[in-house]
């Protein structure tokens, strides 16, 4: 068994996965910059006692993160409490992915592991939506190459840009609306971020379908994924654990590469 472990923006994701790739136990942290590697090693320790974790049992741990001031520390605690190596995911990393743009490693690793669980779980081509701190949407084409995307503002950044920026507008929390032509400002704000998101995400979709010529697959992932999902026209498939899918695939691919001394990197 290992630890993946996705260090985002807001949140760091942690998920138990067996020798056969199966998801078993999720625990999110705060990703705090404020904390240093011990702090965190005694977090996840504490974390995995009560979710009765063995650290000590894992074959090793994998890690993507797209705070870099936060890589060491975890890859640190990690090394700390497990006696099995802390893979950092990057550029250099086996992907069995190829790429549109001549130089891949100025993409985020999150998108690309997202779309290398994508590959690997669902028929292409595969348009991904990512609802995190910001909204990604990229694309892997049906034959299997990574050929970008594009990065709008996150719910949660809208929602605070309009709070902020405005007198009489409070700061409200993310939730369905009663009714999209809504009586009252907080109920107007609600229905304005989730109808606004979901027309802007059906909008780039049908782009994108546009040009691959193709529907595909519509996989969508991140914190509010189960929230915007319903109220877009296209079908979306919600998947949770689409990074740790990724995760666990590289994972596999890195022991191979190990076996075999490939040092391909991009396959």
């Known amino acids: 068994m290992i630890l993946a472990i996705d260090c985002g923006n807001t949140h760091t994701v942690f998920g138990t ?99 290398v669980g994508a590959k690997n779980n669902y028929p292409l081509p595969a348009i991904i939506i990512d609802m995190g701190t910001a909204t990604t949407i990229t694309v892997v084409n049906k034959e299997g190459v990574f050929m970008g995307g594009v990065i709008l503002p996150g719910v949660g950044i809208s929602m605070n840009a309009l709070a902020k920026e405005t007198s009489l507008l409070p700061s409200i929390d993310v939730a369905p609306a009663k009714t999209l032509i809504s009586t009252d400002t907080v109920d107007a704000m609600r229905a304005g971020i989730i109808y606004g998101t979901a027309g802007s995400l059906d909008g780039i979709v049908e782009h994108f379908q546009e040009e691959l010529q193709e529907e595909g697959s519509v996989i969508a992932t991140g914190g509010l994924a189960h929230l915007i999902c319903p109220y877009c026209k296209h079908k979306m498939i919600v998947d949770d654990n689409l990074l740790l899918k990724g995760l666990w695939k590289i994972w596999q691919l890195e022991q191979d590469r190990a076996e075999t001394g490939s040092n391909g990197v991009y396959a």
């Open 17 to 115: 996965i067996t020798k056969e790739g199966e998801i078993q136990k999720i625990f999110r942290m705060e990703s705090s910059r404020r904390k240093t590697s011990y702090e965190y090693a005694a977090d996840i320790a504490q974390i995995c006692q009560l979710l009765k974790i063995d650290l000590q049992g894992l074959e090793g741990s994998i890690l993507s993160s797209v705070v870099p001031e936060l890589t060491t520390s975890y890859q640190k605690a990690m090394e700390l409490l497990c006696k099995g190596k802390c893979v950092v995911v990057s550029s250099s990393s086996p992907m069995n992915m190829s790429f549109a743009m001549a130089d891949p490693s100025g993409v985020a690793p999150d998108l690309i592991i997202s779309a």
